[in-house]
């Protein structure tokens, strides 16, 4: 069965400071990887997607992630966050060759402090 | 154009009541699925359905079932609800016969306060 490791729960950062929140993934198949964003009282929006190719890929706000096939890893990134960037942020992948379910990380709460 | 949408976006009700949730999706995908966001955030998948079918059924308690009249919508039945049932409630859709490039959609979420 598939499964997503998010392991920094709650990150606090200061206004202009860098971003890399972690995520690894278990799954033996081909995987579709995803980055959400969840702001406070709101629905699940997409922030970046990787299907295949350059596994540096852009996203919405300024966020990237880099996708490391040897480690499992699919970590988002940003160089400068903003006080808006406060959210839950959540990995997730999809087994493209299985029942296509999307299986969520636990989810990292980001709260930057202006 | 709303891809997809659920109905209600808020429902508080009394435990023991039994209550449903309607979700459609105006993608001509083939696949819908509910989810549970728990107080901790946390997001679980609770039923799949491919063409009308359910395909995926996690541990759910079967006071849980879920509805799919056709491709474009899957509604979720709650019976006698209980205090463990507030949760936002997630629907979304994908193509799984899309191939390796698949994407899931997901509506605004209803929050279900069961008090």
């Known amino acids: 069965a598939q499964s997503v490791s998010q392991h920094n729960h709650h990150v606090i950062l200061s206004e202009a400071a860098s971003l890399e929140l972690g995520c690894n993934y278990s799954?033996?198949?081909?995987?579709?990887l995803f980055w959400y964003v969840q702001y406070p009282g709101q629905h699940l929006q997409l922030l970046l997607k990787?299907?295949?190719?350059?596994?540096l890929v852009k996203g919405i706000k300024g966020f990237e992630a880099e996708f490391i096939k040897s480690k499992f890893s699919f970590n988002l990134r940003k160089p400068s966050v903003q006080w808006s960037d406060t959210a839950e942020y959540f990995c997730?992948?999809?087994?493209?060759?299985?029942?296509?379910?999307?299986?969520f990380g636990t989810g990292t709460k980001l709260q930057v402090i202006p | 154009d709303t891809a997809v949408s659920q109905t209600p976006k808020y429902l508080v009700t009394q435990m023991g009541n039994d209550k449903s949730i309607k979700c459609e999706q105006n993608l001509g995908h083939d696949t819908m699925y509910w989810y549970k966001q728990d107080s901790k955030k946390f997001l679980k998948i609770m039923f799949s359905?491919?063409?009308?079918?359910?395909?995926i059924n996690e541990t759910v308690p079967n006071r849980f079932s879920p509805k799919s009249p056709d491709k474009a919508h899957l509604n979720l039945h709650i019976n006698s609800l209980e205090l463990g049932d507030s949760a936002v409630y997630f629907c979304a859709s994908s193509q799984r016969s899309g191939g390796a490039n698949t994407e899931a959609f997901f509506g605004q979420g209803t929050r279900l306060t069961v008090v």
């Open positions: 990787y299907f295949s190719g350059d596994p």
């Open positions: 799954y033996g198949g081909t995987v579709n």
């Open positions: 359905y491919n063409n009308k079918e359910l395909i």
């Open positions: 997730a992948v999809i087994d493209s060759g299985g029942y296509q379910k999307v299986t």
